[in-house]
């Protein structure tokens, strides 16, 4: 867990080390080398990302999850982020303040009852506010010397889940005297965040890791951050925990029984878990899921401002550090940053954002520091003191998306500012029940990708019920033209027809709480529903745009649909001037289009009985070898890469040499050179298992047919773009000034190769378990979504005396 003096930067180690001007670019490469630095300096392994308003822009990993197998770490490796965990209780305290659930200036006690404070000194008299910021003199049960030993050291019994309130037990009784009074200075309790959650749970009538789920996780897409030993989770993606095994570890707290050595340093925690820290530090998560947070907290996104105001009352602790109400801000030569550390058995965290400017930060690391005294790095070291911070926050500022202009700001001042355009909007909303009804009308409708025919004729009968002639074209795109006065771009705004879920799939939609639950209901049958909210708004308001817009319903977008209708639709409408498609998600602007090449390889081979005709070669065989050279290869962390073999079969039966054996190997990149050249690296170990197969059994007899099954291409929509500037001011207008830029793979994949620009905008709502028999759609604030879409839209095509078109007429 952190100690307040964790944050005390050495500002001379930290800024003595750069050695990049100040007018120099900072590269990925520079931040992987700095990564590396850690690890040379004896971490088993780190993993950090950066971030700006506009989502991640970077990350990174070096070092192992395994050090004895060298098993590297990935982006997607989990770690314990310790009292970080702190962060995310501070947050569902202050939104159930907020609602007016809880009283800030109430105590524990007063909450939860005598039985469960009984014998905790200060727990009847510090007050929420106060346990909040460390100030209420409780003390932590992490400092009594037996926990030590049974939490952490030699006692611990590694397999053991602990129970919500075992550790108070500790510090009850009279041998645990309060800290100080109430209010008087600052003494770091993880006790405070142990009441803390255990009040969530009494006010909520539901569990704390529940309540954080709902209230943080969920809405911010955190879909990789867990409360260890109370949800349950993909643990074969935790990395093997290790600890600093000091002298000063050992004396403290001792090596519990099971636990190696496997270096005179390090000892392996691996089998342990966090349920004995839960809402004080029992976290797993990932930087990238930690930056998320950062961002949401910063921008008062996932509280009030008055709350983020509230969590930022600053009272010095030291005199680089203070605290505040869950966070603490520390000063340093680069600026103010804002964020907390973390650090238990086997793991160190940190994460920040500054005070000035827009650089996120987070990294984490597969060893712990507590009660091993100074230790050559971890995490929070790798964040504050070493090159690598400086590095991550200049190249966040290299990131910065680029100021709205002047042209794009008067446009949409001018359109909110008529009166046709704020009834549109206004009908959006006052509609979003209908919409919602439409949706669940259309998730009904299956619609495999190939076999979207229904769903598109009932798509068709909704655009010319709104007034407009459709057609479907030779693909199966289903077009309609919202005629302008001549005078702007053709722009499309589509949504796909189809989804990845087969024929005869159920496709009942069910409401339970606030979700509703249908396959296929939020991707993407919100996209369409959204295009439609669009063009009804338009019709009832009579707006006549300068430019036509071209509202479409997709066909192949999903899986070996293989992007065919987009591409037949840019093919056979050469004046299409801008694209925008809407998928479901939480408020983003897609530009990035991550590339993929899905190849089917088929194995072929003579065959045989496993007995008779043992020693010749066989097809399956050649495919775990050339499997096993795929799973080797290393691909590029900058531009994200990443690759599977995702479907095998052959063989007829146990006792044959299998004569054919087929893989579908799935290979992304969010670059289309990094994607062409780990491609051939693919293919390359397609082959290499063929020629050991051959060279194993003498034999030529094996070979392997190599068919492209998929192809999206990469690309991206410059953040200058018309597209890109209009739906940022379009978020801004509606008062949603924290949408990202994302990187997404969609239909505007063929869009931005064909050089068409082009962005993908969210529906509205929340969405999760995509693709998944789970797939649910929450109507929060959905008509949001929409709305952005038409504000867009108008701003790009232009409304006749109103405003002229930002998009260019291309032709």
Known sequence: MMKPLAW??????????????????????????????????????????IATRDGIIWTGTAGYADVKAKTPLTTSSLFGVGSITKVFVTTVIMQLSQEGRLDLNRTAADILGGDVTK???????????????????????????????????????????????????????????ALN?????????????????????????????????????????????????????????????????????????????????????????????????????????????????????????IVAPASLKFLTQWTPVSERAEV???????????????????SVLGFTGSFYWTE??????????????????????????????????????????????????????ATYQSLLANERVTRALDFIKKNDEQTLKEQIEIAEIPAPSFKEQVRARDFQARLQKLGLQTTIDSEGNVIATRKGSGQGATLVLSAHLDTVFPEGTDVTVRKQGERYYGRGLADDTRGLVAVLAVLRAMQDASIRTRGDVM???????????????????????????????????????GVGATGSRRWKVTFKGPGGHSSVNFGVASAI???????????????????????????????????????????????????????????????????????????????????????????????????????????????EALQRPDANLATVSTDTNAAVALGVPAIMLSGGGLAGDLHSPGEWFEPKDAWVG??????????????????????????
């Open 181 to 301: 009074e109430p209010g008087e200075k600052h003494n770091y309790s993880n006790t405070n965040y142990t009441l803390l959650g255990l009040v969530i749970e009494k006010v909520t009538g539901n569990t704390a890791e529940a309540e954080i789920r709902r209230r943080v996780l969920e809405p911010l897409g955190m879909r990789e951050t867990f409360l260890e030993g109370f949800e349950s989770f993909d643990t074969s993606k935790l990395p093997h925990r290790y600890h600093w095994a000091t002298p000063t570890f050992e004396q403290t707290a001792g090596i519990a029984k099971g636990f190696k050595r496997v270096r005179p340093d390090l000892i392996d925690a691996t089998g342990s878990n966090l349920s004995v820290e839960w809402t004080a530090g029992g976290m797993v998560s990932t930087p990238s899921d930690l930056t998320r947070l950062a961002v949401a907290l910063r921008d008062a996104r």
């Open 551 to 589: 509202f479409v319903g997709t066909v192949g977008e999903e899986g070996l649909g293989n992007l065919r209708g987009v591409k037949a639709l840019l093919q056979q409408n050469k004046n299409i001037d801008g694209f925008i498609t809407i998928e479901p998600g939480g408020d983003r602007i």
């Open 324 to 342: 505040g109400h869950g966070l603490f801000r520390t000063r340093t030569e680069a600026g103010n940053v804002i964020g907390h550390n973390g």
């Open 621 to 731: 065989h050649a495919m775990g070898r050339a499997i096993t050279h795929i799973s080797d290869l290393q691909p590029p962390l900058q531009p994200r890469t990443t690759f599977t073999v995702g479907v095998v079969s052959g063989g007829t039966s146990i006792n044959t040499i299998a004569s054919q054996a087929v893989m579908e190997v799935d290979i992304r990149s969010d670059g289309a050179e990094a994607l062409a050249a780990f491609e051939k690296q693919v293919l390359a170990a397609v082959d290499r298992g063929v020629q050991e197969e051959n060279l194993r059994w003498h034999s030529q007899q094996i070979s392997a047919d190599k068919q492209l099954a998929g192809d999206r291409p990469a690309g991206t929509t410059g953040a200058d773009s018309p597209l890109v500037s209009a739906a940022r001011q379009s978020y």
């Open 786 to 811: 929409p709305q952005v879409a038409l504000l867009t839209v108008l701003g790009l095509v232009g409304v006749d005396g109103v405003t002229e078109p930002l998009l260019e007429d291309r032709r």
């Open 8 to 49: 005390c930067l050495t500002v001379t180690v930290w800024f003595g080390l750069s050695a990049v001007a100040a007018a120099e670019e900072v590269t990925p490469q520079q931040l992987q080398a700095a990564l590396e630095k850690a690890v040379e300096q004896g971490a088993p392994g780190v993993s950090a990302a």
């Open 119 to 177: 014998g905790i000194a200060n727990a009847d008299r510090a007050t929420l506010a106060q346990l909040l910021a460390h100030t209420g003199g409780v003390t932590s049960w992490e400092d009594d010397p037996r926990w030590i030993r049974e939490g952490r050291g030699s006692k611990l019994k590694p397999a053991h889940v602990w129970g919500k309130t075992e550790t108070l037990d500790y510090i009850r009784g009279p041998g645990h005297p």
């Open 356 to 409: 000035q400017g827009d650089a996120v930060v987070a990294v984490t690391s597969n060893v712990g520091t507590m009660h091993a005294g100074d230790v050559p790095t971890s995490a929070p070291h790798v964040a504050n003191k070493s090159e690598f911070a400086i590095l991550a926050v200049r190249f966040a500022e290299q990131h910065i998306a680029p100021a709205i202009g002047a042209n794009v700001t």
